[in-house]
């Protein structure tokens, strides 16, 4: 199973987005939080942003939308290049139908689902997806603490796309650093979106090789 580092650019400096994401050039994909203060109780960045984003990142873009009606929006940001797009399960309406769309544009499809949400409803939908993401904060703000309690649940999401023999990828985010990534890749994840702990270290390109290090190891 391939490791996949996805710095997020939540908390980095916005003003100055191309050298932001020049830092990461290391990482294999850019994390964007896509939040409408609807889903989540936080406003973030759109889709214009996004374009912007995609025309300096140094790397694929990794949109994670915590917005309702996903239905609606999420195509327009794999027809705009991300390379993969995911949504939310607790806000889709009709997930399979979106999924199909996103990999018809191109994109790799991801199902994301809060702290409280369980896999198991979704487990028949995991050959429409190439990616689920197991949050492991409460999805809004960034800088918040990794919950332990997530772990069985990435675990169980590992088992059931082992045994469907599928490739489908585990994306952990939230309260990602080098003390809580070997817990979340022992039970199961092999993608990593870490924020804070990027962009709060003093080299983020050191700290995103140390994050790959210990998720390889
Ligand atoms: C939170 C976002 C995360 C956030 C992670 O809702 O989805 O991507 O940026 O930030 P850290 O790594 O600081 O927890
Ligand atoms: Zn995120």
Redesign the pocket.
């Given at each position: 199973m391939s490791i996949v580092i996805s710095p997020?650019i939540?908390?980095s400096d916005f003003s100055d987005m191309r050298g932001e994401l020049a830092k990461i050039a290391g990482a294999d994909y850019a994390?964007v939080?896509v939040?409408d203060n609807h889903f989540?109780p936080?406003l973030t960045l759109g889709l214009p942003i996004v374009e912007g984003i995609l025309r300096v990142s140094p790397v694929p873009v990794d949109a994670?939308l915590?917005i309702e009606d996903p239905d609606r929006w999420a195509p327009a940001y794999a027809e705009a290049g991300c390379a993969s797009v995911t949504f939310h399960a607790e806000a889709a309406t009709a997930p399979v139908k979106l999924a199909r769309e996103l990999r018809a544009q191109g994109a790799r499809a991801g199902l994301a689902l809060r702290p409280a949400t369980a896999i198991e409803p979704y487990l028949d939908l995991l050959p429409e997806f190439d990616m689920i993401l197991v949050?492991t904060?409460?999805?809004?703000?960034?800088?918040?603490s990794?919950i332990d309690g997530t772990l069985p649940k990435i675990t169980r999401t590992r088992k059931a796309i082992q045994d469907a023999g599928l490739d489908v990828w585990v994306q952990v985010?939230?309260?990602?650093?080098r003390s809580t990534i070997e817990r979340a890749a022992d039970a199961g994840a092999n993608v990593f979106?870490?924020?804070?702990?990027?962009y709060k270290a003093e080299d983020a390109a050191a700290e995103v090789q140390a994050l790959r290090d210990l998720a390889t190891a």
């Open positions: 997020s939540l908390n994390h939080d939040m989540v936080n994670h915590m949050m904060v409460e999805p809004g703000f960034g800088g918040q990794f985010d939230g309260g990602v650093s979106v870490a924020g804070s702990a990027v």
